[in-house]
Each structure stands twice: as structure tokens, then as C-alpha cells.
């Protein structure tokens, strides 16, 4: 079975982000690589739109620069994992309570 994929519009609706962004992206985050279709548009997986948020969360949520980000999606390691879960929940209450 074929993984489920969007193109660039639908991904750009999904995520509230403007399609120039997502393909200037590509070009500052190389695990974002959508496949090519051989007319050569874009087609994003599941795994793509999560990596999307991730960095989403992390350049206007956390403020933080490109090469930040980068050094973030770059660590690796089960305690790393964890305390990045636990962030993000603590992130999703704040905002729970902010509203």
C-alpha cells in the first residue's frame, strides 16, 4: 500500500504556511525532501507534515534562527526525544491556559 501524499497547496493549507516558505525550507532543511513526481511537482508524506510542524514549532513557537532549528532536528538520542515530548506538552498546556 502507497503512503498517502499531498502537494504543495494541500500542505501549504494544512499547515498554514505559504508555499514559497515550505520551498525555501526544502532548500534550509535537507529532511525535507518531498518525493518529485517526473513532472517534477512536489508530493509530501505524513512524515513530511510532521517534520513540517516540527519546524514550524520550532522557528515561531521557540523562536528559534534556521541554523537552530537545524541543530535541534539534528539531536538525537532517547533522552533528547524525551525531553522534547515533555516540552511540547508543557508548550500545549501553556497555550490551554493562555486561552
Known amino acids: 500500500m502507497l503512503p498517502k501524499t499531498y502537494k504543495i497547496g494541500e500542505v501549504a493549507g494544512l499547515t498554514e504556511l505559504k508555499p514559497f ?3 525555501f525550507w526544502e532548500t534550509e532543511f535537507p529532511q525535507l525532501a518531498p518525493v518529485r513526481t ?6 509530501y508524506t505524513e ?3 510532521a517534520l513540517i510542524e516540527r519546524i514550524k514549532t ?3 513557537e ?8 537545524r541543530r535541534r532536528l539534528a539531536e538525537t538520542g ?4 524525551v ?3 515533555v516540552y511540547d506538552e ?3 498546556i501553556r497555550r490551554l491556559l493562555d486561552s
Do not use: F, W
Open 78 to 81: 532517547r533522552d533528547a526525544a
Open 38 to 43: 517526473p513532472k517534477g511537482q512536489r508530493l
Open 58 to 60: 520550532l522557528l515561531y
Open 62 to 69: 521557540e523562536k528559534l534562527t534556521i541554523d537552530g532549528a
Open 21 to 23: 516558505v515550505l520551498r
Open 47 to 49: 512524515a513530511h507534515l
Open 90 to 92: 508543557l508548550a500545549s
Open 83 to 85: 525531553l522534547r515530548r
